[in-house]
């Protein structure tokens, strides 16, 4: 080539800087192309769950429902933990050791344990929390949980200071829990969200926006990332917990779903990877269209009504809530209106919690006698044709409530001639009414056990007991609950187990409806998920990859 030509082709050649800025680019194109395609091919690392109701709060010592729950084992962990199975299993405490009289229980922190800012997380940090959790000031609903430590029910009483809880510091990774008494059942309390460390300084600096995005500092798996009202609650993984590396998903969001069809609906859509709750009546079409997907089990649970025995009608009037109760077919509602597996409940005590005497589940009383019955009491207490009772009934907004409240006091209305108003309201309205005991009569309400034993249940009928709604007070059954926790004879154990429970039924305190089972559908990528009895199921032990 010519000298002139080369010159020629030379300035018709892009000048070095222009080459390397088409390089570049042509490198990001290419780069982005395989981000694309990797994103289409690749797991995503969110959960999506869905979750019955919105939380009242992210303070683990206020958690007092199965929603809360739910994202408060995410966010926090106490000395003990649980399996996928439910089992107990080390937490914050690596390893513990139990005195032979079985009331003192000492317990050494794994290593390097941090909050989510990095932070050093010590002995002092949960010292501090159980103070907090039984401080009377804080009002912990289940704060109960924890009177087996020593000066606990004084504490809470207000008549000794929260520093003499029997709980204390041998250095900085080991401390002692002391019980008034050997309570078994003593690990598993400690898994449950009033045990969790909460951050000392953050509640000093922020007080009640503690809890809050960014403000809220745990210890667990995840920490809080956001928070929309009544749409989501998006967690992020926790770099300084102490087993990040064994979490699979990277984030998890909670939906505060209390439509049960409109979450099957998002399910269905692909915008869940986990339901609360199934609807009723759609096992047949489950099993048709999403073979393998559902998951039903027994579950530690009862649904009832509550009476508010402060106040008129029902104050001093157990036959009027005996009608009530004997108006109330439970067939009806588990097999025809619920249709899921649930249990009538002719007792208050579910199946298979521990304690709980061998009783037939069985229900097939004879529906003529019972509204027989109830009319009798219901004349004995001064109510009939010519005089109805005008009855207000306080449910939690749901579908699912509405559906057993509207056929629960049809039957009312069928058997007895009352007339029922039935008052729907969000949750945290509907909790602020059942304990200002102020303007409900009748409400809808659920226990599921905290830890697997009868005492659970029985508690918390008990008087001053801070879930007891009812006002219910009796002595009797108050005594015969204290000796069910001290008692260490299984024999005997039972047989007072069964005597506080008829009691409560005698007395008829509440009307207990149906036995839960855990009912939920789960995408056929998710792994990791196993059914237990208390329906406990952290995202850390969960992964997704492709379904076999």
Known sequence: MSGKHWQTVKSALPAPCVLLQLLVVVVLFLLSLLAMADETTAP???????????????DPHQSEDVATGNIARDLFEGLTSEARDGSIIPGLAARWDISDDGRTYTFYLRENLAWSNGEALSTADIIYSFRRAIDPATGAPMADLL????????????QQPVDQLGIKQL??????????????????????????????????????????????????????????????????????????????????????IDNNNLEFNRYRAGELDWTD??????????????????FISPYLGTYYYGFNLTRPPFKGNPSL????????????????????????????????????????TTYKQDR????????????EAGYGPSRPLNLTLHYNSSEQNKRIAVAISAMWKSALGIKTELVNEEWKVFLANRKGKVVTQAYRASWIADFNDASSFLALFTAGHIKNDTGYANATYDALVNE???????????????????LLLDDQVIMPIYHYVSRHLVKPDIRGYETNPLDHHYTKHLSRHPAD
Do not use: C
């Open 147 to 158: 009177q087996p430590i020593i000066n606990a029910p004084e504490i809470m009483q207000g």
């Open 484 to 502: 069910i926790n001290f008692s260490r004879n299984a024999d005997n154990r039972s047989k007072l187990i069964n005597q506080a429970e008829q």
């Open 368 to 379: 003529r006698q019972q509204i027989t019955e109830a009319k009798r009491l219901y004349q």
């Open 171 to 256: 250095d900085e990774r080991t401390l002692a829990i002391t019980l008034s008494t050997p309570t078994p059942w003593l690990l598993e309390v400690l898994s449950h969200p009033i045990a969790a460390p909460v951050h000392a300084k953050s509640l000093s600096e922020h007080g009640g926006k503690a809890f809050t995005p960014g403000k809220l500092i745990s210890n667990g798996a995840y920490r809080l990332s956001a928070w929309s009202p009544y749409e989501r609650i998006t967690l992020m993984r926790n770099k300084h917990y102490y087993a990040n590396a064994d979490s699979w998903f990277d984030s998890v969001v909670y939906y505060p």
């Open 277 to 294: 709750t199934i609807p009723p009546n759609k096992l047949a079409m489950i099993h048709r269209d999403l073979p393998g997907q559902d």
């Open 44 to 58: 995503a690392r969110t959960l999506h769950r869905g979750n019955s109701a919105e939380p009242v709060t992210l």
């Open 321 to 360: 809530r005996r009608a009530l109760s004997l108006a109330i077919d439970r067939n009806v509602i588990t097999k025809k209106l619920l249709g899921n597996g649930e249990l009538p409940a002719e007792r208050w005590l579910p199946p298979g919690l521990a304690g709980r005497p061998d009783q037939t």
